[in-house]
């Protein structure tokens, strides 16, 4: 198993696509957050762990969402590989080395693609911990150090797909970054 890991985790191809699905889902997990704290803080919730319950709620079903769809897309078009090899070889694949493999990258793409919006959600809704009526921080700080959070976490997934891609790691994380104050302030503007 251990040596089966470790040619999973050699395999360019197979990481790309796991980091693809970790990043776009960290994306989305981080910009819902944002949203979901500006709307909470604006709506006048008054404690904390009401955020990080509604927030919780949306990661639940951001990573249930990430790892279902990925693996039934995954399971697809795996599925469809396989069948282009079996043809090309006028063999069976089942129970062979090249299932295993594919099986192994589709349990990778799917848990890295729950893992990012975990991180996405977690992050920035963790002031809301410690945030509320006589805590250590009050709603409208604690949505304010969640954007800081989230943009930071947005700026992080940035830096990295900017230095695996050869770009200036700043530029990309900047580029991301913005999206969560882009965010931040439609939440402000937009009523509702």
Known sequence: MGQRVRRLLGNEDVLSISRR???SNGFDGTLTCIGVVI?????GVTEGFTVVKIGLGAAVGLGTSAVWSVWEIERAETRAEIRRIERAMLT????TRIESQQRGARLLHATSSGLGPLIGVLVPLSPFVVAGTDAILTMFEAAIV?????????STFGAYMGSISG?????SAARMGLAGL???????VLPG
Do not use: E, I, K, T
């Open 146 to 154: 969640a954007v800081v959070l989230g943009v930071g976490v947005l």
């Open 21 to 23: 699905y970790f990043v």
């Open 167 to 171: 770009q200036r790691w700043y530029v």
């Open 92 to 95: 069976d694949l089942d129970d």
């Open 182 to 188: 882009v965010v931040a302030l439609l939440n402000l």
């Open 39 to 43: 709307g909470a803080v604006l709506s």
